[in-house]
């Protein structure tokens, strides 16, 4: 079974910068799309950003373009969110998934998405 693992996140003033890695293992992502999403409690998961296997194409939401950017090293099976100017909004908790199909620009649905990793949490202070 594959398995992704997320790491780096923390706590960071408002304006600060944090860079999430999603480390796979298990299996070969190399070959897939990878993506980033973001949950509140009780809320569901929301897309964040996505990048094509070749790392050539990325995608954001309009909430995180411009701040994020989404990159890949498929010789180490990892992907990175880098995190700059962040805001509290921003607090939430960030989940790196491999998208099932190939469909590109890549669906925002979660249930496109089939392996998941555990989560990493990141607050933000004003």
């Known amino acids: 079974q594959g398995q992704l693992v997320e790491s780096g996140g923390g706590l960071v003033q408002a304006g600060g910068s944090l860079r999430l890695s999603c480390a796979g293992s298990?299996?070969?992502?190399?070959?897939?799309?990878m993506a980033w999403f973001r949950q509140a409690p009780g809320e569901e998961r929301v897309f964040v950003a996505a990048i094509r296997w070749s790392g050539g194409s990325t995608y954001y939401s309009d909430s995180v373009k411009g701040r994020f950017t989404i990159s890949r090293d498929n010789a180490k099976n990892t992907v990175y969110l880098q995190m700059n100017s962040l805001k509290p909004e921003d607090k939430d908790d960030y989940y790196c998934a491999r998208q099932y199909g190939s469909t590109w620009p890549p669906p925002r649905s979660l249930y496109e998405y089939d392996y998941w990793g555990q989560g990493t949490q990141v607050t933000v202070s004003s």
């Open positions: 298990g299996r070969t992502f190399s070959s897939y799309a």
